[in-house]
């Protein structure tokens, strides 16, 4: 079945970039996601990539995506206390028709000044 | 605002009461998720509506577990008889037939004493 695995913690400090990684199993066509959680609240969708694509830029977030091993990672440039956080790889097979989120179990990041 | 939104924010109530909790998706979103998230975990499916049409439920959803959406607008999850093993972040989320991205709500965090 699917399954997708992160490291639990990661401490970095400001101004320096942070890399979360995540792996997964489903080898389906699928999407990969990335969210973010602030304590006490939802999940922020951050940005997202199709299994066919090797790479996503956005502003200071860079998606990884290395299909053959299925692993994904965040990299977010310039790191800001404002991006400390638990951030959540999830992944969905389309194909049916319900396209629900698989989450790891997310990653904290701990951003020190 | 027009993102989800999600009532009630919190809620205690003792073991054997049931509980609703409700979500508004995003107007012109006729896809509609519902996820549950305990502390330290990722979110974990639980149901999930295409307008009206409740077409997917995990196994995680117990029978003292109901969820509808009538008329395909807002939704309601009603937890019958609680146990201390339902508190928990409960998420919703929802999206459009041919978008890729689910947006959340902010959740209804529940304690039963």
């Given at each position: 079945?699917?399954?997708?695995?992160?490291?639990?913690?990661?401490?970095?400090?400001?101004?320096?970039?942070?890399?979360?990684?995540?792996?997964?199993?489903?080898?389906?066509?699928?999407?990969?996601?990335?969210?973010?959680?602030?304590?006490?609240?939802g999940l922020q969708l951050l940005t997202y990539i199709f299994s066919?694509?090797?790479?996503?830029?956005?502003?200071?977030?860079?998606?990884?995506?290395?299909?053959?091993?299925?692993?994904?990672?965040?990299?977010?440039?310039?790191?800001?206390?404002?991006?400390?956080?638990?951030?959540?790889?999830?992944?969905?097979?389309?194909?049916?028709?319900?396209?629900?989120?698989?989450?790891?179990?997310?990653?904290?990041?701990?951003?020190?000044? | 605002?027009?993102?989800?939104?999600?009532?009630?924010?919190?809620?205690?109530?003792?073991?054997?009461?049931?509980?609703?909790?409700?979500?508004?998706?995003?107007?012109?979103?006729?896809?509609?998720?519902?996820?549950?998230?305990?502390?330290?975990?990722?979110?974990?499916?639980?149901?999930?509506?295409?307008?009206?049409?409740?077409?997917?439920?995990?196994?995680?959803?117990?029978?003292?577990?109901?969820?509808?959406?009538?008329?395909?607008?807002?939704?309601?999850?009603?937890?019958?008889?609680?146990?201390?093993?339902?508190?928990?972040?409960?998420l919703c989320a929802s999206s459009s037939v041919r978008a890729r991205?689910?947006?959340?709500?902010?959740?209804?965090?529940?304690?039963?004493?």
């Amino acid at each position: 079945g699917e399954d997708v695995e992160q490291s639990l913690f990661l401490s970095v400090r400001e101004g320096d970039s942070s890399v979360i990684n995540c792996t997964y199993t489903d080898s389906s066509s699928t999407y990969l996601y990335w969210y973010k959680q602030e304590p006490g609240a939802g999940l922020q969708l951050l940005t997202y990539i199709f299994s066919n694509m090797d790479m996503k830029q956005d502003q200071r977030l860079t998606v990884l995506l290395n299909k053959k091993d299925k692993h994904l990672s965040l990299r977010i440039a310039d790191t800001q206390t404002g991006d400390s956080a638990i951030y959540f790889c999830a992944e969905t097979v389309y194909g049916g028709s319900q396209g629900n989120l698989i989450f790891g179990k997310g990653t904290k990041l701990s951003v020190k000044p | 605002d027009t993102g989800v939104s999600q009532n009630p924010r919190h809620k205690i109530t003792k073991r054997g009461q049931n509980v609703t909790f409700r979500c508004d998706p995003i107007s012109e979103h006729n896809r509609l998720y519902w996820y549950r998230q305990t502390l330290g975990q990722g979110p974990e499916f639980l149901t999930y509506f295409q307008n009206e049409a409740q077409l997917e439920k995990s196994r995680l959803l117990s029978d003292r577990f109901s969820a509808e959406r009538p008329k395909g607008s807002f939704s309601t999850l009603e937890i019958q008889r609680t146990e201390q093993g339902d508190s928990a972040m409960y998420l919703c989320a929802s999206s459009s037939v041919r978008a890729r991205e689910q947006y959340f709500g902010p959740g209804t965090r529940l304690t039963v004493t």
